[in-house]
């Protein structure tokens, strides 16, 4: 336990204030024109739409996450929370709009001053820099804890088995489970294993991590292990945080940014202080009084 | 003669009927190594998002599910050589009991694969891993596993289809054993002796499977 010296540091919201975004005039959302590329934002969603048949998901969604804010998703389900990290992390196609990721678009490549979609090497490469976590932590069964941690790695940056595992008992140990290296997924605890898998997302060194309600399919017990992670990666470590996240407490003490979902778009945002404060939209307090009854 | 069931003459006869079971056990090893390598191919193609060649592949399977294997051997043994293709008999049985079994195997093969949860493809996605190594990696050791009981079933059924090849002149265990009693006319010994050959390497083969299944259980 070499990182144990170094737990309980204060968290430090460093993240630069971010430009109030919601009253941007909607005729600048198609101008994807790069501008400064190092005050580019970590992430942008322009014009963002998800449509799964008749049904809308995401509706023209804007939304720009700064370097290393970390930003709390919440709202009611259907909203299209989850599906704003889906569409992030390709896992679902977009309907339309672009998506930047450091600067780079990334369901579409500029061609000859043109924007084409993406090849799948341009979409291996650019989302090569976002990791994600699910619900369902998703770990691969068949394979031990180090080794769902060394497999991407070892495939994709082409590290040697040696040095992916290194780096893989370092990250593990990171996450608390330097003795559970050669234990299969189901040999280890929900907790354990959601920690596991984001081991095993950090491995491939992302800039951007989404975590998608980490901890609904967790014990209450279990959930504050792997919230301590993640508050840990937050204080000392340089990752920009997207999570979609049900644990209102978390979001006030850990975010950056609260943006509430409503019906594929973003009703309200703030600092947690200000949102959870003062909710200005009728929708937003009806959620929130909704959550804190349920607690 | 007169002895129920002659040992005299069941010994003289049990060197040609061990040598056509090694005959019948090397036909089934090697058609069956070719359906399951086949058949997976077949498996992935099927899903494949160029509608075209999935339901091409749809196609083929499904016809050859549905013609009996009899007709499939006798069209590569006897009509292909009209066209120019000619095989041996032991090629062309085979070749056929391969493909028949192949698409046997597909389907087994995609269940497996359609049992694997979204999410593994998903965090495979997530992770940059290649198509290939999504597959090889990550997709086929768990449907696989999950498949095994099933595939040595049709392991042993294919075995026991062997006889069908007696029909395009290939001697396997079943016509050697008609060959000797039509010489002799004593059928109860060879019949008998072939059929306990059948119950014992099907019973080991099946055994076979069972242990690789234990081997590669998941803790």
């Known amino acids: 336990m070499k990182t144990d010296t170094e737990t309980s540091t204060p968290l430090q919201p460093d993240a630069p204030v971010m430009e109030k975004e919601m009253n941007r005039d909607p005729a600048d959302v198609l101008s994807t024109a790069a501008g400064c590329e190092a005050e580019a934002p970590m992430v942008r969603f322009a014009g963002v739409t998800k449509c799964y048949g008749a049904l809308t998901v995401l509706d023209r969604l804007d939304l720009e996450i700064a370097r290393n804010e970390k930003v709390a998703i919440i709202g009611p389900s259907g909203s299209g929370k989850s599906t704003l990290l889906r569409v992030l992390m390709t896992l679902d196609p977009l309907t339309g709009g672009t998506i930047e990721v450091d600067g780079e678009p990334l369901t579409h490549m500029r061609k000859n001053g043109e924007l084409v979609p993406a090849s799948v090497r341009h979409l291996r490469r650019v989302r090569s820099k976002i990791g994600m976590v699910f619900q369902s932590f998703n770990l691969f069964p068949h394979m031990t804890a180090l080794a769902n941690t060394i497999e991407a790695p070892m495939r994709v940056h082409d590290l040697s088995r040696k040095e992916a595992t290194d780096r893989a008992r370092e990250l593990l140990s990171l996450v608390g489970l330097e003795d559970k290296c050669d234990h299969y997924p189901s040999q280890l605890s929900g907790g354990q294993q959601q920690r596991v898998a984001i081991a095993r997302a950090l491995a491939m060194r992302p800039k951007v991590m989404l975590f998608d309600e980490v901890t609904s399919a967790l014990d209450p017990e279990l959930c504050g292990e792997v919230l301590n992670v993640i508050r840990r990666l937050g204080s000392e470590h340089n990752l920009t945080m997207l999570m979609v996240t049900h644990q209102m407490g978390f979001a006030r003490e850990f975010a950056d940014r609260v943006c509430f979902f409503s019906e594929g778009k973003i009703l309200e945002q703030g600092t947690p202080q200000e949102f959870f404060a003062a909710p200005q939209h009728q929708r937003t307090q009806q959620f929130l009084r909704a959550v804190r009854e349920a607690i | ?219």
């Open chain 2, 1 to 219: 003669m007169n002895s129920f069931f002659d040992l005299h003459y069941a010994a003289h006869i049990l060197p040609a009927l061990l040598r056509a079971s090694l005959y019948t056990v090397l036909i089934t090893m090697v058609g069956f190594a070719i359906a399951l390598v086949l058949g997976l191919v077949l498996a992935i193609l099927r899903r494949s998002h160029l509608k075209p060649l999935s339901r091409g592949v749809g196609f083929v399977v499904e016809f050859i599910r549905s013609t009996p294997l009899l007709i499939q051997v006798y069209v590569l043994f006897y009509v292909l050589p009209v066209y120019g293709i000619t095989m041996s008999a032991l090629t062309a049985g085979t070749v056929g009991i391969a493909l028949h079994y192949a698409c046997y195997t597909s389907e087994v093969y995609r269940a497996g694969l359609n049992g694997v949860a979204r999410g593994q493809w998903e965090a495979a996605c997530a992770l940059s891993l290649s198509p290939w190594r999504t597959y090889s990696g990550v997709i086929l050791p768990q449907a696989i596993r999950a498949v095994i009981p099933a595939l040595g079933n049709y392991l042993v059924a294919m075995f026991k289809d062997t006889p069908v090849l007696s029909a395009i002149t290939v001697v396997e265990l079943m016509q050697q054993a008609k060959n000797i009693g039509s010489e002799t006319f004593r059928y109860l010994e060879p019949i008998t002796m072939a059929g306990l050959f059948f119950l014992l390497i099907s019973v080991t083969f099946a055994q076979l499977v069972r242990r690789l299944e234990f081997r590669l259980r998941l803790p």
